[in-house]
C-alpha cells in the first residue's frame, strides 16, 4: 500500500526534511501538536508495529537512535523530548507505515500536547 510517507521518501510529496539516510528519513509534521514535532519514517515498508518482525528489531531501533541524535543536535535532549510511536486505529495511528513522533520544544502534558 502506498502512503503519504512513501511518497514523501519518493520526492512525490514536498516535505521539510531534516534528516536523511539510507535506512529512514525525518521532516517536519505539518499539523505539530508541539513546538518542535518531527516525523521519523523508515525506508522499509512495515504498516504497523504488529507487522514488525523479531529480524526487523534494528529498523526501531534505528528510529529512536535517530530520534536521540536529531534532539542532541538541536538542543532539546537537556530539557527533554517525548517520542511516541502509534498502532493502529485506537492507538491513534493514522498513516500505516511506522513512524516515530518526536515531541519536544515546551513542557508536555500527559498525553503529548503542550501542558
Known amino acids: 500500500m502506498t502512503t ?17 539516510d539510507d535506512h529512514l528519513i525525518a521532516f517536519r509534521d ?3 501538536q508541539a513546538p518542535v514535532h518531527v516525523l521519523f519514517v523508515p525506508k522499509v515498508d512495515v504498516a504497523t508495529l504488529n507487522d514488525l518482525q523479531a529480524s526487523q528489531a534494528e529498523v526501531v531501533g534505528r528510529l529512536a537512535l535517530a530520534a536521540a541524535a536529531y534532539a542532541k543536535k538541536e538542543g532539546l535532549a537537556e530539557d527533554g523530548y517525548r517520542i511516541v510511536m502509534n ?7 493514522t498513516v500505516f507505515q511506522i513512524h516515530l513522533h518526536l515531541l519536544a520544544g515546551a513542557p508536555l502534558g500527559r498525553f503529548g500536547t503542550p501542558a
Open 4 to 20: 503519504i510517507f512513501h511518497k514523501i521518501i519518493r520526492r512525490e510529496l514536498p516535505a521539510d526534511i531534516v534528516y536523511e
Open 30 to 32: 505539518i499539523a505539530p
Open 87 to 93: 498502532c493502529n486505529g485506537d492507538g491513534g495511528q
